[in-house]
């Protein structure tokens, strides 16, 4: 019955997608924990509009308690992982070529401010040396009419010992689907 419904409402929101403007708006943002110049692993967090996210948590807090725990979290993330197939609109760069993530797992989900939060944990294909290489991220939707835009404090967040050695540079996309990119190097 889930999967019913799951496929009922996916469908309704992308056939839609021939139209011109957005029918699902995310406000995303990577975070990556710089410990170390080369780092292997980061995360990223989506908040869902207030539509969607209702219409989300309807279906899926069966107790109606306003928050997803034990088999309502399993089961809203085993249908977050249905994103897998379009790379969970996650683009980057190293150097200027683009790079795709060997691995994206959904951690966690949870309802916060009546909004559904999504947090993500992305396997980069090989190290990137920071000092070395240029990072570049962005989030980017080519098929579905998403929205992904950052998140009011920025794109990117930085966290760990050397997040003070690295600067995210902040420019305009060529690609109508992304709202920005972000640049990233750390110097020792």
Same mark, same amino acid.
């Not at 240029?134 to 760990?160: H, I, K, N, Q, W």
């Given at each position: =019955?889930?999967?019913?419904?799951?496929?009922?409402?996916?469908?309704?929101?992308?056939?839609?997608?021939?139209?011109?403007?957005?029918?699902?708006?995310?406000?995303?943002?990577?975070?990556?924990?710089?410990?170390?110049?080369?780092?292997?692993?980061?995360?990223?967090?989506?908040?869902?509009?207030?539509?969607?996210?209702?219409?989300?948590?309807?279906?899926?807090?069966?107790?109606?308690?306003?928050?997803?725990?034990?088999?309502?979290?399993?089961?809203?993330?085993?249908?977050?992982?249905?994103?897998?197939?379009?790379?969970?609109?996650?683009? =980057?760069?190293?150097?200027?070529?683009?790079?795709?993530?060997?691995?994206?797992?959904?951690?966690?989900?949870?309802?916060?401010?009546? =909004?559904?939060?999504?947090?993500?944990?992305?396997?980069?294909?090989?190290?990137?040396?920071?000092?070395?290489?240029?990072?570049?991220?962005?989030?980017?939707?080519?098929?579905?009419?998403?929205? =992904?835009?950052?998140?009011?404090?920025?794109?990117?967040?930085?966290?760990?010992?050397?997040? #003070?050695?690295?600067?995210?540079?902040?420019?305009?996309?060529? #690609?109508?689907?992304?709202?920005?990119?972000?640049?990233?190097?750390?110097?020792?």
């Amino acid at each position: =019955m889930i999967r019913v419904w799951l496929c009922l409402c996916v469908s309704a929101l992308f056939t839609a997608s021939a139209l011109a403007h957005p029918h699902v708006w995310v406000d995303s943002q990577y975070r990556v924990k710089v410990d170390q110049s080369s780092i292997e692993t980061l995360e990223a967090t989506w908040s869902l509009d207030l539509f969607t996210s209702t219409s989300l948590i309807a279906e899926y807090d069966v107790d109606g308690d306003g928050d997803l725990a034990g088999q309502e979290k399993l089961d809203m993330i085993e249908v977050l992982k249905s994103f897998q197939q379009y790379g969970f609109f996650i683009k =980057m760069k190293q150097d200027g070529a683009d790079i795709v993530p060997s691995d994206v797992q959904v951690l966690d989900v949870r309802v916060r401010d009546q =909004m559904l939060w999504i947090r993500l944990g992305i396997a980069l294909p090989a190290p990137v040396n920071l000092e070395t290489s240029t990072l570049s991220f962005a989030f980017g939707d080519d098929e579905l009419y998403f929205a =992904m835009e950052p998140l009011e404090e920025g794109l990117v967040r930085l966290s760990g010992s050397l997040s #003070e050695t690295c600067t995210p540079v902040e420019r305009e996309a060529e #690609e109508t689907s992304v709202a920005m990119w972000v640049d990233l190097t750390c110097k020792s």
